[in-house]
């Protein structure tokens, strides 16, 4: 909700602004009420409220007055101006010192519903690009912007910081419900991350505020799916590090459907017999052993509850091994090393990249045998490419899709390097990146929205992979 803040030193104007607005149906909430502009000087400066609507001429401290005290103060709380016919050209130099806008009085009440959804979209667009500036500045290494956009680590000699990654189940998020911390002296701010993802980082000048047992906490918040929750640190160097580790545990939702309360933990050394195992299959050519082995690793895995972390280190190691063994056989497949980002959108959950490392050692002990001629292979692989270039906007699995088009899943990763010289992952990351591209350019949508538009319904996720294709990040890109 938008916060709003009425000065007038009438009355009775101050009572028609707050009945002729629909506040509620477009966000805003009237915080403050004030006839006296010293009293609600001192409440703008306590309460950084969204929104003023004051009264351009009142007694010792005008309507202009208190926007010159707030610009004054670097507050970003934004003016509308209210005024008479008389002290129309007042408003017009409100107007010029950045008044958002202008109404007289008496209201016209055939307007106001105009009006509150003309703010309301004004807001709508300044959350949107706020987000994207903060966004780009936590996870970037540049100390000086994180502080001037997280005023609060100035407060204090000292300042712990703590991210959560909230998981949301719908896009109905209840951040006042959300950030409700009892008390305790803790500063939040969030971030939107995606349409149902949301960072929320948490600062305080005492470490114990931020530990403690956030369970109870999470459970009395319907609607949240799982929280990833990082360590604590008093570094601002350290905060991109922070994000990455709450995005992690936030992440366990690809190793369970119940995701919950998840604390960054790596449990790293518990995976090393999954991989001395898949050492032992492939050096010992022990290939029988691979239906047991790849069942066991999905109990293993949820018996000792790991976590992205490990599923990151168990494929990058399974990948190292694979391709140092078998590199001609496995020159076009898709085995390259990947962060959790890049696994989460490439499999579609833990037993999805199971089973490719499953058909992967299959493909090794059948020496790639396969039940269609070369010819009709390559015309189910032509369909398949031509149903990604029409589709590659929606949620595309290469496990799907090779059952869509009858292609075995790995040869179909070796098909994608020989005849388009790049892997499935590659070809729908260009063809979502060019398509954002030209969006950026051609249209005023934001950049959350060009995001959806382009395939990546996380905000987060696109962000890095725009800048790993672009070298700068969408925001950047849209400004050059």
Same mark, same amino acid.
């Given at each position: ?23 509620? &149906?477009? %966000? ?76 007289? &009085? ?33 996870? /970037? ?13 100035d407060c204090a000699a000292v300042c712990y910081y703590r ?5 949301? +189940?719908? +896009? ?46 999470v459970l009395k918040n319907t609607g949240i799916n799982a929280? %990833?929750?990082?360590?604590?640190? /008093? #570094? ?23 995701? %919950? ?24 050519? #022990? ?32 990948? %190292? ?20 980002? +890049? ?65 075995? #899943? ?37 950049? +959350? ?32």
């Amino acid at each position: 909700m938008y916060k709003v803040m009425i000065v007038d030193d009438e009355a009775w104007a101050i009572k028609g602004i707050c009945n002729a607005f629909d506040w509620d &149906k477009y %966000g805003f909430e009237i915080v403050g009420q004030f006839k006296s502009a010293y009293k609600a000087w001192d409440a703008i400066r306590a309460d950084k409220p969204d929104l003023v609507f004051t009264d351009i001429r009142m007694p010792d401290i005008s309507g202009l007055d208190l926007m010159k005290r707030a610009k004054t103060h670097g507050l970003d709380t934004e003016f509308v101006i209210v005024s008479g016919y008389a002290e129309f050209e007042y408003a017009q130099e409100a107007l010029r010192y950045g008044a958002l806008d202008y109404f007289l &009085k008496p209201l016209d009440i055939d307007m106001t519903d105009q009006f509150i959804m003309k703010l309301a979209m004004h807001f709508s667009r300044r959350s949107e690009a706020r987000n994207q500036i903060l966004l780009d500045a936590l996870t /970037s290494a540049d100390e000086d912007e994180i502080k001037r956009l997280l005023p609060y680590s100035d407060c204090a000699a000292v300042c712990y910081y703590r991210v959560l990654a909230v998981d949301f +189940e719908g +896009e109905n998020k209840d951040f006042n419900t959300l950030l409700s911390f009892k008390g305790k002296p803790i500063h939040a701010v969030e971030v939107e991350a995606g349409t149902r993802k949301m960072l929320v980082v948490l600062m305080s000048e005492h470490r114990a505020c931020l530990e403690g047992d956030w369970d109870e906490w999470v459970l009395k918040n319907t609607g949240i799916n799982a929280v %990833g929750i990082s360590s604590i640190s /008093s #570094q601002l160097k350290h905060m991109s590090k922070l994000i990455k580790e709450a995005d992690m545990s936030a992440s366990q939702v690809f190793l369970e459907e119940a995701g %919950g309360v998840v604390h960054y933990e790596p449990k790293l050394h518990l995976v090393k017999p999954c991989i001395d195992e898949i050492y032992r299959i492939i050096q010992g050519n #022990q290939f029988d052993d691979m239906d047991v082995f790849i069942i066991g690793l999905q109990e293993y895995f949820r018996d000792h509850h790991l976590g992205m972390a490990e599923v990151v280190y168990l494929w990058n190691q399974a990948a %190292g091994i694979l391709i140092n063994a078998y590199s001609e056989e496995l020159k076009d497949m898709e085995l390259e090393f990947l962060n959790y980002s +890049e696994i989460k959108e490439r499999f579609e959950h833990f037993e999805s990249l199971c089973s490719f490392l499953h058909e992967v050692l299959a493909s090794i002990r059948q020496e790639n045998s396969r039940s269609l001629q070369e010819g009709d292979i390559l015309s189910c692989f032509n369909r398949m490419v031509a149903y990604i270039n029409q589709h590659f906007e929606q949620k595309l699995y290469l496990k799907d899709l090779s059952a869509q088009f009858f292609i075995n #899943q790995v040869y179909c990763c070796q098909l994608f390097k020989k005849n388009l010289g790049k892997t499935f992952s590659e070809y729908v990351s260009e063809l979502r990146i060019k398509k954002a591209r030209e969006l950026l350019k051609h249209t005023d949508l934001s950049i +959350e929205q060009i995001a959806i538009k382009a395939g990546y319904v996380d905000y987060y996720y696109f962000n890095k992979v725009f800048k790993k294709h672009c070298g700068i990040t969408p925001t950047k890109f849209r400004k050059s």
